[in-house]
């Protein structure tokens, strides 16, 4: 499981020193003055705190340094506490002979303090020796106080913990922790916790403990439930992770494999689903306007598909009438479609549309780029105004009086379907009876702005809410279905169209560059169009990349006989939508641009792509712009540009990229290498709902959860209240977007 920056953080040196936590509600004399002489002035000081104190305890806000630091970790109840559970632990229930130990390893030795001085090569640190009857280990400190010299008398026996090292002289021990000899053996491992700067470990311990005798910990699960999956009673199973008793396999625990371990998974996994299904039933028990289709031979669905220059697949007519069978509901449909890139997921959007649009209802669909929603506005337009429906655009760049106009018609209900975008969910946009929203590139909008165009369509007094159709081109892994997305309906057009040529991928060396140009030269003059990817628009000290605004220069001066255009998101949006428009007709041979191009550009001419610094860009991202080419009869090609070294983790993506075209191995690829995050922007939250469990290496246990979470629903509804009050505690709403 990643662990946070924030929680790898702990200085070594002062987990063993013992610490206290003093009580600020106290007082005391003001610089060791008797109280009487403070005057009324610190007496008056005095009642100020005390308020302060008081309207602090009442708001709810941390009272102490020690409670700030625990709100960091997000620790604000003994719950909180005890399922903070160590990121790994330390042995020290016995002591290792000196002669014993092994490089590489953590130990505890026990001896007596032969050396300790201070030497000044090859820099000032405090060295020491620590002997028993077996041998000699070397102690060292490059930062050190006075006090632990002071600890380190000659002749005194004392303990010391720390990683061996095979040192110059011998083996050794770096900034080791020193204790007491002769006092009593620890009885358990001792946790290691996340924690953040400036709260110690043996703080963190005794906070947990004091949490762990306060909290309840009586078994959520009906023993039933319990037997069926073979768990272990979470009590026993949270307080042996706290205090593993010797024995315990310590890889066992670092692995996250041990009995307690997976007891705790599958709760934190159940949680997760009966939340989703909790959602699912509260949208279900909404009102949404019925979108019926209709069977008559003359209706818009009909005359747009006898319009449409091609003929679905037979993955799309499947998806469409999912879509169409929801649509005709009195809830409201949350559906996601999800398709590769290219597998016509606008034209399933265009149908539903139109069957909405037929039952009276208005439609919006919103998208993140001007460029993504103009192409879905030109190809609606294209399909649908010749029937006679009525579309209009709305985006930042439109002006102020155009706007007015479109939103006054949007708002009369003279408009039938709004494209555009995040315009679309300004204050001032009304609907007249808005009754299915669309989002595409879903993942890439907020939370709140996915939510607020589907408000744009709920009606006060008659409580109905939109219909609701999200599309991805980022597949999303079996596994993340069935756990983040279990709420949703999702659709899958799992079959390209027919014409779509292969894309060839070759990976190419940054050093065969003029070798690259040469080829894109010769593919210009015989009339095909090229795209030139970067990752930057200009250049940047930190990262020594080929920007676009550079790479436009240079291809310009090499091939002064082709047309060489530049894109990227800082032109004007009357700049770049020209620029896009000249591609688009042929005006322009080459185009250099920035990722802006990475969805929702659909120029078939332009079969060759070269993507510079391609190491630096991530697998998804790559899938995503390879998918611009390819769209042709022309044979394509792909070239990845990429600069030597590469990291073992770009080496990965590249090789990816090149054995594989297939968006949902790409997905599970990208899933295996960077965790969940990407995906989880349709889930975006600010905070991670798996602290536990892994998705991927946990899939038989989310099988499991997800079973276990109809059968609590279903026959123990107070096991699964009690279950996600735990759990949860209003973390839910992240769950329901």
Not at 116 to 138: F, K, M, N
Not at 377 to 390: A, C, I, M, S
Request: aromatic share 4%; net charge neutral.
């Amino acid at each position: 499981m990643p662990v946070s920056a924030a929680s790898r953080k702990s200085t070594s040196s002062a987990e063993g020193e013992s610490a206290t936590v003093a009580d600020e509600n106290s007082t005391s004399p003001a610089a060791g003055k008797p109280a009487a002489r403070r005057g009324k002035s610190a007496g008056a000081k005095d009642k100020t705190d005390a308020r302060k104190a008081d309207a602090r305890k009442a708001d709810g806000a941390p009272r102490s340094d020690l409670e700030r630091r625990l709100r960091t970790l997000g620790l604000t109840t003994p719950m909180d506490l005890a399922l903070h559970l160590p990121l790994r632990y330390e042995d020290e229930t016995r002591v290792t002979p000196i002669a014993a130990l092994r490089p590489g390893y953590p130990a505890q030795v026990e001896g007596e303090i032969t050396r300790c001085e201070v030497t000044y090569r090859p820099r000032r640190q405090l060295t020491a020796a620590i002997a028993d009857e077996s041998g000699e280990l070397q102690l060292r400190w490059l930062n050190f106080y006075p006090s632990q010299q002071k600890q380190l008398t000659v002749g005194k026996r004392l303990r010391a913990r720390g990683e061996v090292r095979g040192g110059f002289f011998g083996r050794e021990m770096v900034h080791p922790r020193m204790a007491v000899a002769d006092a009593p053996l620890a009885q358990s491992l001792t946790p290691v916790y996340p924690t953040t700067e400036g709260l110690q470990q043996p703080v963190l311990r005794k906070a947990i403990t004091q949490a762990l005798a306060q909290i309840d910990l009586t078994d959520t699960l009906p023993d039933g439930v319990r037997e069926r999956y073979e768990l272990e009673a979470i009590d026993a199973s949270i307080r042996l992770l706290h205090a593993p008793p010797p024995g315990v396999s310590e890889d066992a625990l670092i692995e996250r494999a041990h009995p307690a371990w997976l007891r705790v998974k599958f709760d934190e996994l159940l949680a997760q689903q009966l939340s989703l299904a909790a959602a699912r039933a509260a949208r279900r028990a909404n009102r949404a306007m019925p979108l019926p289709a209709t069977a008559a031979k003359k209706g818009l669905v009909a005359r747009l598909y006898s319009v449409l220059p091609f003929k679905l697949t037979g993955a799309q007519e499947r998806v469409v009438a999912e879509i169409r069978a929801d649509l005709g509901l009195g809830y409201p449909m949350h559906r996601l479609l999800q398709g590769d890139v290219g597998s016509g997921k606008t034209v399933v959007a265009a149908i539903a549309a139109a069957q909405a649009i037929e039952a009276g209802a208005q439609v919006g669909l919103m998208a993140p780029t001007e460029i993504l929603a103009e192409q879905h506005f030109r190809k609606l337009v294209d399909w649908l105004h010749p029937l006679g429906v009525r579309i209009e655009w709305l985006s930042g760049s439109v002006g102020a009086k155009a706007r007015r106009e479109v939103t006054a018609a949007v708002a009369a209900g003279t408009v039938d379907l709004v494209v555009g975008t995040q315009a679309l969910i300004q204050d001032h946009v009304e609907f007249a009876r808005l009754g299915l929203s669309i989002v595409d590139e879903q993942h890439r909008f907020g939370v709140g702005q996915r939510l607020a165009l589907a408000r744009k369509g709920e009606a006060p007094g008659e409580r109905l809410v939109p219909h609701q159709l999200n599309m991805s081109a980022t597949p999303i892994p079996r596994t993340l279905a069935m756990t983040f997305f279990a709420d949703l309906d999702v659709s899958v057009i799992d079959e390209l169209p027919p014409g779509r040529t292969p894309v060839v991928t070759k990976l190419v060396s940054d050093a065969r560059r003029e070798e690259v140009i040469a080829h894109i030269a010769l593919a210009a003059r015989q009339g095909r169009q090229v795209y030139w990817v970067c990752p930057l628009v200009e250049e940047s000290e930190a990262l020594e990349l080929q920007t676009a605004v550079d790479t436009h220069a240079a291809l310009c001066a090499e091939l002064p006989d082709l047309r060489v255009g530049l894109v990227h998101g800082r032109l004007a949006q009357a700049d770049k939508a020209e620029v896009m428009r000249a591609f688009r007709t042929g005006e322009v041979d080459v185009l250099v641009a920035t990722t802006v191009i990475e969805v929702g550009v659909d120029v078939p001419n332009a079969s060759l792509m070269v993507i510079e610094h391609a190491e630096r860009f991530g697998l998804a991202q790559l899938h995503q712009l390879r998918g611009r080419v390819g769209r042709g009869t022309a044979e394509s090609v792909c070239v990845l540009l990429y600069a030597t070294p590469l990291s073992a983790i770009a080496r990965e993506r590249l090789r990816a990229m090149f054995e594989t075209a297939d968006g949902f191995e790409i997905a599970r690829r990208d899933l295996a290498q960077r965790g969940p995050g990407e995906f989880l922007g349709t889930r975006q939250s600010g905070t991670a709902l798996l602290r536990f469990a892994d998705i991927e290496v946990d899939a038989r246990i989310a099988e499991q959860a997800r079973e276990a979470a109809a059968l609590l629903r279903s026959e123990y509804p107070a096991a699964a209240e009690a279950h996600l009050a735990r759990w949860m505690r209003g973390r839910e709403d992240f769950l329901r977007t």
